[in-house]
């Protein structure tokens, strides 16, 4: 049985809690994190293995830089990207199990 949430809690954090679902919120965003969950990547890596145009793929780093849940490395001309608040990374295996235990998800073989 799960353990009743304080609901005086949940107001108190309710604006926290409705910025990190709106980082979450962007198709874009969820697979940026996602492949940074495994490995910090440059620019040039994040648009090849995501897919996603430059100008989109800076438009949502710049994003998820500004509400502090990546930070960069730069090395030489190259800026690199890891997820900073390692509680996304918790979030995000979360999200991922919770699908693939959904009846309604089937994962093609």
Known sequence: MNEP???DVIRE????I???LKSLGNKDRLLI???LMNEELN???IEMKSQILQPTLS???MILRKNNIVTTRRSGKQIFYSIKDQRFIKILNNIYHFHLASPAVSIAE
Do not use: K, R
């Open 33 to 35: 994190l996602s492949l």
């Open 5 to 7: 949430l304080d609901i």
């Open 18 to 20: 409705v910025s990190v």
């Open 13 to 16: 954090l309710s604006d926290d």
């Open 43 to 45: 620019v040039s890596e």
């Open 59 to 61: 438009q949502q780093l």
